[in-house]
């Protein structure tokens, strides 16, 4: 199995950015879709951006889209998740996750059921 460590979380003021990697043990990364979701105190853990294997396709929330960037180095067994004008209601726990049998549909990579592997979380806080 794999094991996923986030770091890069922090505090910005509204319109700053910031970057989130996810580093992953155990397994090679290359095998598995990789995905970022995000939970705000209260409220569910909502999907945020997913890559495909290869890096070659990406699928974003639309309150992200724009603004957020997945990207991944198969290679280091590096996930990253540039975040771009940030927002208030971004705010939240960021999480990393894999899962090696999903099929990377724009459906399935949404729902957080499609992932076994997930980290510990990052804070991520923007101030207005």
């Known amino acids: 199995q794999v094991q996923l460590v986030e770091s890069g979380g922090g505090s910005v003021q509204a319109g700053g950015s910031l970057g989130l990697s996810c580093a992953a043990s155990g397994r090679t990364l290359g095998n598995y879709i990789m995905g970022w979701f995000r939970q705000a105190p209260g409220k569910e853990r909502e999907f945020v951006a997913a890559i495909n294997r290869s890096g070659g396709s990406t699928n974003y929330a639309d309150s992200v889209k724009g603004r957020f960037t997945i990207s991944r180095d198969n290679a280091k067994n590096w996930v990253f998740l540039q975040m771009n004008s940030l927002k208030p209601e971004d705010t939240a726990v960021y999480y990393c996750?894999?899962?090696?049998?999903?099929?990377?549909?724009?459906?399935?990579?949404?729902?957080?059921?499609?992932?076994?592997?997930w980290g510990q979380g990052t804070q991520v806080t923007v101030s207005s």
């Open positions: 996750a894999a899962d090696e049998g999903v099929v990377f549909s724009i459906h399935l990579t949404r729902r957080t059921t499609s992932y076994a592997y």
